[in-house]
């Protein structure tokens, strides 16, 4: 569990607040991938590594999180079983949630949107499809990347 600014040490950027993505995935690399394209986005990253961890950081950060990328195959707690609590809690509704995994089935794709997920990223994916997917839930690039 760990949030980490882009470069800088409190959550504004020209006095604006900045937006947290938590990045929630098993695979420490998979994390690190997905971390280093949003702070070259200019977004505010924080991590967990299922979605036990993910419920930790949301609730320390509050509504600083405004948008979760979840994997799907995850120990404890899985990218569905997360997103259906996190749909389940009134106060997180304007929460966008991402499913980012390697489930390709369209059972596996219906299920997560029929569960509230936002939209839905198969791996592998380039950088190009992270940011189109983050621009059609309302997520524009801060920086130029």
Not at 66 to 90: F, H, S, T
Request: one cysteine or more; proline letters at 4%; a negative charge.
């Amino acid at each position: 569990m760990d949030c980490q600014p882009p470069g800088i040490s409190s959550n504004t950027k020209g006095g604006l607040s900045m937006s947290k993505i938590l990045v929630v995935d098993d695979s420490r690399t998979i994390r690190t991938i997905i971390r280093r394209i949003l702070i070259e986005l200019g977004y505010e990253v924080c991590e967990a590594g299922n979605g036990v961890e993910a419920l930790r950081v949301i609730e320390a950060e509050g509504a600083a999180v405004k948008l979760v990328l979840a994997d799907w195959n995850m120990p404890e707690m899985n990218g569905l079983e997360l997103l259906q609590r996190l749909r389940q809690d009134p106060s997180l509704s304007s929460l966008k949630i991402i499913m980012v995994t390697t489930e390709t089935e369209m059972d596996h794709m219906a299920s997560a949107m029929e569960s509230g997920a936002d939209e839905y990223v198969m791996k592998p994916f380039t950088k190009d499809i992270l940011v189109e997917k983050l621009e059609f839930v309302g997520f524009s690039p801060l920086a130029r990347a």
